[in-house]
Nanobody
Framework: QVQLVESGGGSVQAGGSLRLSCAAS????????MAWFRQAPGKERERVAG????????YYADSVKGRFTISRDNAKNTLFLQMNTLKSEDTAMYYC?????????????????WGQGTQVTVSS
């Protein structure tokens, strides 16, 4: 059984940084993508970043390019999201997800496994 557990959220002032972690356990058949999504109140769930397991290709939403970096520690089976220069509009619940999409499709429907989420709040 696949489990994804996020950590690292919190409150930060605009311009600050946070690092999210997602500890993964269980077997996911390759090829697959691990991604970070976020959802703010009243808004749709948005794929922030994804990394294709195998190729290592990364994908980012335009709104976070140059500020966020997704990475993975294969030995520890842990996914990270380094978030720099945070803005108030980055405030959301952030979710770790995994799914059988080679190119990290941005639609949430491609992702089978989800974590419980971790809240990120950026104050201006």
């Amino acid at each position: 059984q696949v489990q994804l557990v996020e950590s690292g959220g919190g409150s930060v002032q605009a311009g600050g940084s946070l690092r999210l972690s997602c500890a993964a356990s269980g077997y996911i058949r390759s090829p697959y993508c691990m991604a970070w999504f976020r959802q703010a109140p009243g808004k749709e769930r948005e794929r922030v970043a994804g990394i294709a397991i195998g190729s290592g290709s990364t994908y980012y939403a335009d709104s976070v390019k140059g500020r966020f970096t997704i990475s993975r520690d294969n030995a520890k089976n842990t996914l990270f999201l380094q978030m720099n220069t945070l803005k108030s509009e980055d405030t959301a619940m952030y979710y770790c997800a995994a799914g059988s999409t080679v190119y990290c499709n941005p639609s949430p429907t491609w992702y089978t496994y989800w974590g419980q989420g971790t809240q990120v709040t950026v104050s201006s």
